[in-house]
């Protein structure tokens, strides 16, 4: 009896070898034709591969990325939408298998960010990037890419509503005049609401940036766009005195910002030429 067992467990353990074996060399093909541009071929190697071995999140990550690729080109809205749910579950199934693999993670996080913004869904799109960027296999340089365009959504947020409210003959004059929110009678309650909506996304966009500048105090797309946070902050603020502080801060905040990005220029010039003239081993 006790041969009978050893004989099955290592009948079973073969079959699973082999198993593996056979899904590592669809998942190779299937990623030959992925780099021929042959897309549609190399879908059907990578839903060979994941039925034949489920549980390797590679690739259900290369499932997904042919699955993006049909979406991305597909004029159908409805078809199109379908197919993005489709890619969405396919690296949910990567994300869930991607547990001792930080690059599989962040690749699955990104991707899904990526088609929740596509679908306009900012709700998930928002826990998606705070999730890539909070999480442990995350680089820092990627969780600060991360904390930069969840504040750069909230800009866009609050400068959506400030250009509603803009008053367009004052734009050629003072393209940051304070929004009177309050001037819309006719629906003042849709207009304090619309203020409040963009003072929240301003507070919250700070908040996300300066997450970004902790992990990386010379972030210049942070500090220029921290700088038109600043410049919402001034559109919300009917007080003279206050406006002119926030326009000071701001116009520093870009001059800094652009002085770094001239210092990183002359750097990597700089590392070029010698480059260049190094003597060759």
Known sequence: ?????????????????ARKVIAKDKLNQ?????????????????KDASETDPTNPITWL??????????????????????????????????S?????????????????????????????????????????TKPELQAQSYYSIGQKYWKCSYDQTTRYQ???????DPFHYRSFEARADYAAEAQADRQKAATCVTKGFENFEKALK?????????YYKGLLYREQQKLTKEDAKRKELDKIAVKIAADASALQKK???????KREQEQVAPKS
């Open 1 to 17: 009896m006790l041969a009978v067992i050893v004989a099955l467990t290592t009948l079973g353990s073969g079959c699973e070898y």
């Open 30 to 46: 299937g990623a030959i034709r992925y780099n021929q541009g042959q897309n549609k071929l190399a879908q059907e190697f990578f």
């Open 62 to 95: 290369y499932l997904g990325a042919t699955l993006v690729k049909d979406y991305k080109k597909e004029v159908d809205t409805a078809k199109q939408k379908e197919i993005a749910n489709q890619a969405l579950e396919v690296y949910k199934k990567a994300l």
């Open 97 to 137: 298998l991607s547990t001792n693999n930080c690059q599989a993670t962040d690749n699955a996080l990104s991707y899904m960010a990526t088609i929740y913004d596509d679908l306009n869904n900012v709700e998930e799109w928002h826990k998606t990037m705070e999730n890539r960027a909070t999480n442990q296999c």
């Open 167 to 173: 008053d367009k003959t004052l734009t050629a004059t």
């Open 215 to 223: 992990l990386d105090p010379e972030y210049v797309d942070v500090m």
């Open 264 to 270: 990183k220029e002359a750097a990597a010039a700089l």
